[in-house]
T-cell receptor
């Protein structure tokens, strides 16, 4: 079974631009969560989507948004990029309605904001 | 107080020894607790989860939970050099269905051969 895939793997943007990251969950997984990982703040929860609805949200500004499609694929968008948004963005999927017990992470998208 | 706290390490143990990793959390309502391992340049992978007070064993790994003390630990028996990684403690936010994991910043473990 294929794992969680994320595209693109690397991205360079400039301040003020916006970016869209994509995540395809493991087949059969319906929950998709997004995380930001930086050396200073560690791994931080952004939001979780289940059945096309945002079910949980972390403490990030409204510039960070996401959505989930009917096939469970998810995208996250960051608008008006800031230098501090440079990070590894990880997507994770969980089986059915399950919580983190069945959560698998993708390889991540590394975003550099110049 | 940070929501989930871990000693950053590095924790250094010789091969074959027991490695003890500790974590405290602030949300008394939290019900589920997780340990992830992250190798350098790789994504986190789930090692264990625990819900009830006491010990939970899986192979060389034992998770321990004490809700009264708001404390979670991970013991790695017979440590191997391949166990060298960063170990992340995570707590699912109370009152949330599904996933809303709060992570500690991780403890770096180094096992020397």
């Amino acid at each position: 079974k294929a794992g969680v895939t994320q595209t693109p793997r690397y991205l360079i943007k400039t301040r003020g631009q916006q970016v869209t990251l994509s995540c395809s969950p493991i087949s059969g997984h319906r929950s998709v969560s997004w995380y930001q990982q930086t050396p200073g703040q560690g791994l931080q929860f952004l939001f979780e989507y289940f059945s096309e609805t945002q079910r949980n949200k972390g403490n990030f500004p409204g510039r960070f948004s996401g959505r989930q499609f009917s096939n469970s694929r998810s995208e996250m968008n960051v608008s008006t990029l800031e230098l501090g948004d440079s990070a590894l963005y990880l997507c994770a999927s969980s089986f059915l309605a399950g919580g983190p017990e069945t959560q698998y992470f993708g390889p991540g998208t590394r975003l550099l904001v110049l | 107080q940070k929501e989930v706290e871990q000693n950053s390490g590095p924790l250094s143990v010789p091969e074959g020894a027991i490695a003890s990793l500790n974590c405290t959390y602030s949300d008394r309502g939290s019900q589920s607790f997780f340990w992830y391992r992250q190798y350098s340049g790789k994504s986190p992978e789930l090692i264990m989860f625990i819900y009830s007070n006491g010990d939970k064993e899986d192979g060389r790994f034992t998770a321990q939970l004490n809700k009264a003390s708001q404390y979670v630990s991970l013991l790695i028996r017979d440590s191997q050099p391949s166990d060298s990684a960063t170990y992340l403690c995570a707590v699912n936010k109370s009152g949330q269905a599904g996933t809303a994991l709060i992570f500690g910043k991780g403890t770096t473990l180094s096992v020397s051969s």
